[in-house]
């Protein structure tokens, strides 16, 4: 079974630029999360999607961040613009629906730098 | 507001040693807990889920405890090995029926050949 997708694996980018991450989830699971990891520090959900449809983004910082999953499969994450602060490694996770636990898979993560 | 505490921050232990890993949270009012294990660069591996009714889960040579009513759990490694060294994460859910997790800031283990 492939694992949980997400390019690029690394990413530096100037302050005020603006980036994107994708992530491709397990096939078949309805839920996908996007977490935030700054050094040091444990994941931080930004964003829960259950199919197409978002669920809780209570902590994602909209007035900079988007995220979006049209079709229910893929789902991209966008910063714009970035801050020094949102230099961190963003997770994306995703679960066969938003009631069970087995099969929470991560996937490797995009390692974003921001100068 | 939960908060999640893991301690020790880091531990270094020689290989064949049994370990235990700490988690505290500050809410006991949670749906279920879990341990993961990340490696440098890499996502995070889940270990052991723990549903709020149960006491306790095992898996191979990791055992995990949970004490809902003193915010305790705790994460026991027998007989450590050098593939064990990474980081652990303790999660608990952020509200009944959810899946959604606090993390704490982990604990770094490196075990000694």
């Known amino acids: 079974e492939a694992g949980v997708a997400q390019s690029p694996r690394y990413k530096i980018i100037e302050k005020r630029q603006s980036v994107a991450f994708w992530c491709n989830p397990i096939?078949?699971?309805?839920?996908l999360y996007w977490y935030q990891q700054i050094l040091g520090q444990g994941p931080k959900l930004l964003i829960q999607?259950?199919?197409?449809?978002?669920?809780?983004d209570s902590q994602l910082p909209k007035d900079r961040f988007s995220a979006e999953r049209l079709k229910g499969v893929d789902s991209t994450l966008k910063i714009q613009p970035a801050k020094l602060e949102d230099s961190a490694v963003y997770l994306c996770?995703?679960?066969?629906?938003?009631?069970?636990?087995?099969?929470?898979?991560f996937g490797s993560g995009t390692r974003l730098t921001v100068v | 507001k939960q908060e999640v505490t893991q301690i020790p921050a880091a531990l270094s232990v020689p290989e064949g040693e049994n370990l235990v890993l700490n988690c505290s949270f500050t809410?006991?009012?949670?749906?279920?807990l879990q341990w993961f294990r990340q490696d440098p660069g890499k996502g995070l591996t889940s270990l052991l889920l723990?549903?709020?009714?149960?006491r306790e889960q095992t898996s191979g040579r990791l055992n995990a405890s949970l004490d809902k009513s003193s915010g305790r759990s705790t994460l026991y490694i027998a007989a450590s090995q050098p593939g064990d060294s990474a980081t652990y994460l303790c999660?608990?859910?952020?509200?009944?029926?959810?899946?959604?997790?606090?993390f704490g800031t982990g604990t770094r283990l490196k075990v000694l050949a």
């Open positions: 996770a995703s679960s066969p629906n938003r009631d069970r636990a087995s099969g929470y898979t």
């Open positions: 096939s078949g699971h309805a839920t």
């Open positions: 999607f259950q199919n197409n449809g978002v669920v809780d």
């Open positions: 809410d006991s009012a949670i749906y279920n």
């Open positions: 723990i549903q709020s009714s149960q």
């Open positions: 999660a608990v859910s952020r509200g009944v029926g959810t899946y959604k997790y606090i």
